[in-house]
T-cell receptor
Framework: RKEVEQDPGPFNVPEGATVAFNCTYSNSASQSFFWYRQDCRKEPKLLMSVYSSGNEDGRFTAQLNRASQYISLLIRDSKLSDSATYLCVFFTGTASKLTFGTGTRLQVTL | NAGVTQTPKFQVLKTGQSMTLQCAQDMNHNSMYWYRQDPGMGLRLIYYSASEGTTDKGEVPNGYNVSRLNKREFSLRLESAAPSQTSVYFC????????????FGQGTRLTVV
């Protein structure tokens, strides 16, 4: 089983739509969880951390389900500028290692 | 604020040539990473260094070597480049711990012909 599994998409949604991505992980030792955003041919940048109790940052909501070993990202009121690839990331403290998912591509259209 | 600096940004190599990708960070981070990203794929970990003086293999280490020269610098070497190593290479650094952000360099676009 892969360490991280993520639906590659693409997700094509109209502006204003709500879209959600999931990402599952197999290593129960994973301690910290993140969502990164990557624009075409650019380096990934942190979108938000994911906390156990769930957290929100404007139109973005992240959730963690440790029992089922997945994290999710919800984007409300999608904007054209949200078009990008979204990468889930896990930090394993025992190895000080960051593991990335393959990314989910989002395309928001008019 | 330089953050993470990678050089070169672009490189074309012939099969069998060698080269070293340089990475330096000025954030005093302990951990540094090298990833490769192939078209339509996520980032795959080549090697990482949890702290100065240590290096460990990641998911795809074959064909690469690394050196953690000091706390700031982490280089990636291709001893004998192969077309399968054509990719975009990203260096990253972070301070290990919960909810710590990783910062990336701008990437090196390597083509092996």
């Amino acid at each position: 089983r892969k360490e991280v599994e993520q639906d590659p998409g693409p997700f094509n949604v109209p502006e204003g739509a709500t879209v959600a991505f999931n990402c599952t992980y197999s290593n129960s030792a994973s301690q910290s969880f993140f969502w990164y955003r990557q624009d075409c041919r650019k380096e990934p940048k942190l979108l938000m951390s994911v906390y156990s109790s769930g957290n929100e940052d404007g139109r973005f909501t992240a959730q963690l389900n440790r029992a089922s070993q997945y994290i999710s990202l919800l984007i409300r009121d999608s904007k054209l500028s949200d078009s990008a690839t979204y990468l889930c990331v896990f930090f394993t403290g025992t190895a000080s290692k960051l593991t990335f998912g393959t990314g989910t591509r989002l395309q928001v259209t008019l | 604020n330089a953050g993470v600096t990678q050089t070169p940004k672009f490189q074309v190599l012939k099969t069998g040539q060698s080269m070293t990708l340089q990475c330096a960070q000025d954030m005093n981070h302990n951990s540094m990473y090298w990833y490769r990203q192939d078209p339509g794929m996520g980032l795959r970990l080549i090697y990482y260094s949890a702290s100065e003086g240590t290096t460990d293999k990641g998911e795809v280490p074959n064909g690469y070597n690394v050196s953690r020269l000091n706390k700031r610098e982490f280089s990636l070497r291709l001893e004998s480049a192969a077309p399968s190593q054509t990719s975009v290479y990203f260096c990253a650094s972070s301070e290990p711990g919960r909810n710590t952000e990783a910062f990336f360099g701008q990437g090196t676009r390597l083509t092996v012909v």
